[in-house]
């Protein structure tokens, strides 16, 4: 799994409730990343991190908020899920090039 | 600002003939490079990246690539292609001081023909 877990892989949830997302990586990797993927749109960051405790805004982060706590755990919050947060989320870490995990597919109803 | 263009989202080949996925970027500093591929329902995948030295790299499945500092190109080239290689293509270019953020092509989807 080239060191990088995302759970849940699928996770139906209802408009209006906070959903965590959770990236786990062993390769002890400072720089992490969270991109949503959407037909039509490609690739886009959502927010990404530099190290424990230091994180930054990507090009879509309204509506979402992200924690590092530990290196190997970076989590991406929707804080009031919308249908329009239906995708397929994607974190990474940088280690010469990306390494990405399998992803998590999240359906808003 | 850095962008990168790939021509054709979806480019069809037959089993046996040569692959050619073309990317094409926009950089003030001398970037970073990677090609990516998605096969259904996974995560991208590293095909091959140029960082600096040989301008021919040499990527997994057989795919490799040219920098081309000129051109801005970055083309993704496989001489054989295989039903295996059905799969969407991303190439991506480095930020520079932006604590390796990547901008990302829209992707080349990949058809392969028997």
């Known amino acids: 799994d080239a060191g990088i877990t995302q759970s849940p892989r699928h996770k139906v949830t209802e408009t209006g409730t906070p959903v965590t997302l959770r990236c786990h990586q062993t390769e002890n990797h400072r720089y992490m990343y969270w991109y949503r993927q959407d037909p039509g749109h490609g690739l886009r960051l959502i927010h990404y991190?530099?190290?424990?405790?230091?994180?930054d805004k990507g090009e879509v982060s309204d509506g979402y908020s992200v924690s590092r706590s530990k290196t190997e755990d970076f989590l991406l919050t929707l804080e009031s899920a919308t249908s329009s947060q239906t995708s397929v989320y994607f974190c990474a870490y940088w280690g010469g090039g990306y390494t990405f995990g399998s992803g998590t597919r999240l359906t808003v109803v | 600002a850095q962008s990168v263009t790939q021509l054709g989202s979806h480019v069809s080949v037959s089993e046996g003939a040569l692959v050619l996925l073309r990317c094409n970027y926009s950089?003030?500093?001398?970037?970073?490079l990677f090609w990516y591929v998605q096969y259904p329902n996974q995560g991208l995948q590293l095909l091959l990246k140029y960082t600096t030295g040989a301008t021919l790299v040499k990527g997994i499945n057989g795919f490799e690539a040219e920098f081309k500092k000129s051109e801005t190109s970055f083309h993704l080239t496989k001489p054989s292609a295989h039903m295996s290689d059905a799969a969407e293509y991303f190439c991506?270019?480095?930020?520079?001081?932006?604590?390796?953020?990547?901008?990302w092509g829209a992707g080349t989807k990949l058809i392969i023909k028997p």
């Open positions: 950089s003030s500093v001398p970037p970073y």
């Open positions: 991506a270019v480095s930020v520079p001081d932006s604590n390796y953020q990547l901008i």
């Open positions: 991190s530099y190290g424990v405790k230091d994180t």
